[in-house]
């Protein structure tokens, strides 16, 4: 396919893409949904109103004059598909085809959250990542817990701190325990860490107390982006027992603003990995994709560290079967849930997907370009992700979602 608009081969943004997102002009006037086409961000508002959706897919839609992707989200897979091939359709055709304000140069828009989060959860779903935390904890020949290879461990999140990428990143407080202390102390957390991960948004829900079976979760998800689930380790090494992570997570968790959908990631699906034990029946399905993920250190006064280059193929449970194991008990998901895969990390050290396995949690610090060393992240640093399927002559994209770290408040 040929498009009017001229797309670099490395962009993450091309033609096979046409990721989902919501912006509002710099100039003014109200959010609205677009697409990404190379540099350019495409006004989905100003295609619905010249009547370019109108279609027995969409009905009496009309879920691009919005500030959020949820309306869009609550239709299916049928209505995506459509909206996909008329944006392909327009942007191969004339150029005099859409209107004139349609196609908006990407430093004249600022993006926004792309749904309305009403629900958030975190999945473990890395044997890698798995393994190496248990073994750091409990040794080698205990390092998965018994459950692990039955089923995708999963803990709810908090919605309401999910920002948005180049957000800047408070240093979290809370109680702490060093392990010489005979009690636990207050204050900021000393092993603020990233976690690599790809988050997926829920399109249709399912009704309370109706299962959604393992053959039909892909038609409940929309698409997928980056996600740095920013954690305080010791924090949450204090407080986790009995019930999971608390302060250590709920501060601040990042996302890219382009939804990149199943229907852009189809030529690079690739099977599951053999999973032993077999999973459960209503388990047994789902499949990965080839997606070259990595993480970035900018550090005050040292050239750019790339601390991670894994895959998302190094997950071992699917997004469908997180979605259906979700689901099994009768949670009922709802259009702009968000559910995060756990840290991706591979077999490698380079692939492991966050400084506590990068450093061996702290045993073998990374050195920096002008010397500086880092066993966690310290204040003024940068974390970016990114994140693509290479394709013949052209990327599928995520772009990247990145962070600041500020000091801490003062202490209450």
């Known amino acids: 396919m040929s498009c009017f608009v001229e797309v670099a081969p490395d962009s993450h943004f091309s033609l096979q893409n046409l990721p989902f997102g919501v912006f509002r002009p710099r100039t003014g006037g109200p959010a609205r949904v677009g697409s990404r086409i190379g540099d350019f961000v495409l006004d989905l508002a100003a295609l619905e109103a010249a009547g370019h959706f109108r279609s027995p897919e969409f009905g009496d839609a009309q879920p691009f004059a919005s500030d959020s992707l949820n309306a869009f989200m609550a239709l299916d897979r049928p209505a995506w598909r459509h909206a996909r091939a008329v944006l392909q359709r327009l942007l191969t055709g004339e150029r005099s085809a859409l209107p004139a304000d349609a196609l908006r140069p990407l430093a004249e828009v600022e993006m926004l959250l792309p749904a309305r989060i009403g629900d958030y959860t975190d999945f473990y779903a890395s044997y890698h990542h798995a393994h190496n935390v248990g073994t750091m904890l409990r040794g080698a020949e205990n390092a998965l817990m018994p459950n692990w290879l039955h089923l995708p461990v999963g803990y709810h999140g908090r919605a309401s701190s999910i920002v948005l990428d180049g957000t800047p990143v408070r240093r979290p407080r809370g109680q702490i325990k060093p392990p010489d202390a005979p009690a636990p102390i207050f204050g900021p957390t000393r092993s603020l860490d990233y976690e690599l991960e790809v988050a997926f948004f829920v399109g249709p829900g399912n009704a309370l107390g109706q299962p959604v079976p393992i053959e039909r979760a892909e038609e409940h998800i929309f698409g997928f982006v980056l996600m740095n689930d920013w954690s305080a380790r010791d924090v949450q090494a204090w407080e986790y027992q009995p019930l999971g992570p608390f302060l250590a997570k709920n501060f601040c968790t990042s996302i890219s603003p382009w939804v990149v959908t199943l229907e852009?990631?189809?030529?690079?699906?690739?099977?599951?990995?053999?999973?032993?034990?077999?999973?459960?029946?209503?388990?047994?399905?789902?499949?990965?994709?080839?997606?070259?993920?990595?993480?970035?250190?900018?550090?005050?006064?040292?050239?750019?560290?790339?601390v991670t280059r894994t895959n998302f193929q190094n997950l071992y449970w699917s997004a469908a079967q997180m979605l259906a194991h979700h689901t099994c008990g009768g949670c009922n998901l709802q259009p702009g849930?968000?559910?995060?895969?756990?840290?991706?990390?591979?077999?490698?050290?380079?692939?492991?997907?966050?400084?506590?396995?990068?450093?061996?949690?702290?045993?073998?610090?990374?050195?920096?370009?002008?010397?500086?060393?880092?066993?966690?992240?310290?204040?003024?640093?940068t974390l970016t992700l990114t994140g693509w399927a290479q394709g013949d002559g052209f990327r599928v994209g995520f772009g990247e979602v990145g962070g600041t770290i500020l000091p801490a408040h003062d202490a209450p």
Do not use: M
Not at 275 to 293: A, F, I, K
């Open 264 to 306: 852009a990631l189809e030529p690079f699906r690739r099977p599951l990995p053999a999973q032993s034990p077999e999973p459960l029946p209503y388990l047994r399905g789902g499949s990965t994709y080839d997606l070259v993920l990595e993480a970035h250190l900018q550090a005050p006064g040292a050239e750019p560290f790339a």
């Open 337 to 381: 849930d968000l559910l995060g895969s756990g840290t991706v990390s591979g077999p490698t050290e380079e692939s492991r997907g966050c400084l506590l396995e990068r450093t061996w949690r702290g045993a073998h610090p990374l050195t920096l370009s002008n010397g500086a060393t880092r066993k966690q992240l310290e204040d003024g640093d």
